[in-house]
Structures are given as structure tokens and as C-alpha cells.
């Protein structure tokens, strides 16, 4: 059963470009949840989508930043117009259900903004 | 205050000791209580998962909730270097998906 998967697993772009992380969730899981971790800090939830639906954006920055959760393919975190600030890695998690806590993560997307 | 505090400074033990962690929060409904530990440059893996308060135990691996207390331990038994990482306490309430995570304590054991 394979994991979490993420891609790319670095990227590098120059301010103001756009970046695009995907996340593809472990086999039968249905919920996703992308978590930020700058450097020296812990993990920050920003996100938890189900199919076609945003549960809970929370975390997520007001501007520039957004997710979606197609019917059929990946998550995507989308960041425009990205700052040196973005710089970061980005963990998607997926869980089976509502009910079930346990998140098991990707091993992320480590953003360079140059 | 911070939801969940885990002090971050790094930890030597030498091979075969007990590594102790913990961590303490304020947000009274958390009741999922959960342990990542986290290599260098990769994913956070899931070691341990508890829901409320009591001890639960997976081989070298001991983890205990005290709700009253709002704080949480890991117990780590007979170390390897293997177990060298950084160690992430995870916290969660009921019917809200969302992790609220410590900083993380990076741990090295020494042959």
C-alpha cells in the first residue's frame, strides 16, 4: 500500500512566480490536509479538504495562497505571486475518515523562493 | 500562551538509556493525543496514537496522557542510534480534524 505522495519534492522559484505542490492521498483515504513548517518552528495546519470540498481553510493565509481537492487526480496547493517568505516545506497528510485521527504524512515539498 | 508547548533543545543520551519527552498544552478539548518522529529533510512519521488519558505501549515505545495535567509523555526504552530524530507531539480535538503540533525535540543517542 504505498504512502503519501507528494511532488515535486523541491522546487525553486523566483518572487512573483507561482508554485504548484501536488499531493496524491494513501490508498482509501478520502481526507487531506496540508501543514507548513518554517524553519525553527513546528508544523502549522493550513488546510484539511475532502473530495471537491475545503473542510476547513483555518491556516491558510488570506492572499495568494489556495487548495482544491479534484473529483478525480491530486490535492493541489496552489501559491501565487510567491515571497522569499513562502520558502518553507510543505507536508500534505491524508486519514480515512472523519472519525479517525490519525495522519499519516507525505514526505514533502521543500519551497525555495529566490 | 501556546496551544502546545514542547521544549525544543536538543538531547543526548548515550545507547541503552530511556529518552524521555514531553509536552504540555492549554486547549482543554483536545482528546486525540499523538507522537511523529521526523529524520532530517523527510516526512513526519506516525510512532504512537492515544485518545484521552492513560498509557498505551508498542514495543520500546511507551506514551502516556494525563488530561488533568494537560501534558503528555513519550518513552522511549533501551535506545538506538536508529532513534536518532526530531520527535513531534501532535494534539487534536473531537470532530475538528485539525493538529496542533509542539515544536519538536530533536533527540541523539550516542553508540
Known amino acids: 500500500n504505498a504512502g503519501v505522495m507528494q511532488n515535486p519534492r523541491h522546487l525553486v522559484r523566483r518572487r512573483g512566480q507561482e508554485a504548484r505542490l501536488r499531493c496524491s492521498p494513501m490508498?482509501?483515504?478520502?481526507?487531506v490536509y496540508w501543514y507548513r513548517q518554517l524553519p525553527e518552528e513546528g508544523l502549522k495546519f493550513m488546510v484539511y479538504?475532502?473530495?471537491?470540498?475545503?473542510?476547513?481553510e483555518s491556516g491558510m493565509p488570506k492572499e495568494r495562497f489556495s487548495a482544491e481537492f479534484p473529483k478525480e487526480g491530486p490535492s493541489i496547493l496552489r501559491i501565487q505571486q510567491v515571497v522569499r517568505g513562502d520558502s518553507a516545506a510543505y507536508f500534505c497528510a491524508s486519514s480515512p475518515g472523519v472519525s479517525y485521527n490519525e495522519q499519516f504524512f507525505g514526505p514533502g515539498t521543500r519551497l525555495t523562493v529566490l | 500562551q501556546k496551544e502546545v508547548e514542547q521544549d525544543p533543545g536538543p538531547l543526548s543520551v548515550p545507547e541503552g538509556a530511556i529518552v524521555s519527552l514531553n509536552c504540555t498544552y492549554s486547549n482543554s478539548a483536545f482528546q486525540y493525543f499523538m507522537w511523529y518522529r521526523q529524520y532530517s529533510r523527510k516526512g513526519p512519521e506516525l510512532l504512537m496514537y492515544?485518545?484521552?488519558?492513560g498509557n498505551k505501549e508498542d514495543g520500546r515505545f511507551t506514551a502516556q496522557v494525563d488530561k488533568s495535567s494537560k501534558y503528555i509523555s513519550l518513552f522511549i526504552r533501551d535506545s538506538q542510534p536508529s532513534d536518532s530524530a526530531t520527535y513531534l507531539c501532535?494534539?487534536?480535538?473531537?470532530?475538528?480534524?485539525?493538529?496542533?503540533f509542539g515544536k519538536g525535540n530533536q533527540v541523539v543517542v550516542i553508540p
Open positions: 479538504l475532502q473530495k471537491e470540498n475545503i473542510i476547513d
Open positions: 501532535a494534539m487534536s480535538a473531537q470532530g475538528n480534524n485539525r493538529l496542533a
Open positions: 492515544t485518545y484521552s488519558s
Open positions: 490508498k482509501g483515504h478520502s481526507h
